[in-house]
């Protein structure tokens, strides 16, 4: 069997670190904590500073932008924490799509609670696209606000115990994982 020519990496980003390449303000970005001496990676997708959790990265450029093809509905999961709990009919309305204010349409997705912290403020939200601050926008939509925000997996690949700002090579079970996906 031939050796995957590919380097894919999962990091666990930080709060308050960019998913860019270049930072004019001098922040961080998730690129300053990559291990030095690697090839040239870029992240599938991003994340928000705010938002923590899974962060993909490689260079093998086609796969990842299948990944990212909304077509192609790779799971995403994150763990959302509230200011309040969300009403009981956004678990339906998500389940059929929702039309957010100023026209964006939302997909259908799974949501459920997952009872950390005690007080039904914590939910797990599953969604096959990445549009822009989406989770955000979804929980603003019922009238509530995102005080946590952590990407748990994307399609196959958790984020496990990687610690904040730390990386780990993914295997080739897992790239073969991936692949699976999209044929």
Do not use: E
């Given at each position: 069997m031939q050796a995957y020519p590919f380097l894919w990496l999962a990091m666990n980003k930080p709060a308050e670190v960019t998913t860019t390449r270049k930072e004019d303000w001098g922040r961080k970005t998730v690129y300053d904590l990559l291990p030095p001496g690697l090839p040239r990676v870029e992240a599938v997708g991003r994340l928000d500073r705010a938002t923590t959790g899974l962060l993909l990265f490689t260079n093998d450029f086609r796969l990842a932008q299948k990944l990212l093809d909304p077509g192609n509905k790779i799971p995403r999961v994150y763990q959302v924490v509230t200011n309040k709990p969300l009403p009981e009919?956004?678990?339906?309305?998500?389940?059929?799509?929702?039309?957010?204010?100023?026209?964006?349409?939302?997909?259908?997705f799974e949501v459920q609670k997952t009872g950390k912290p005690a007080d039904g403020r914590s939910y797990q939200f599953c969604l096959r696209e990445g549009k822009y601050r989406e989770v955000r926008r979804l929980v603003?939509?019922?009238?509530?606000?995102?005080?946590?925000?952590?990407?748990?997996?994307f399609g196959p690949i958790s984020l496990g115990t990687i610690k904040s700002g730390s990386t780990r090579r993914l295997d080739g079970r897992e790239v073969n994982q991936l692949r699976k996906m999209l044929s």
């Open positions: 009919d956004i678990f339906a309305a998500m389940r059929r799509g929702v039309t957010l204010k100023g026209g964006t349409a939302c997909n259908p603003m939509h019922w009238g509530c606000k995102v005080r946590g925000l952590h990407r748990l997996r």
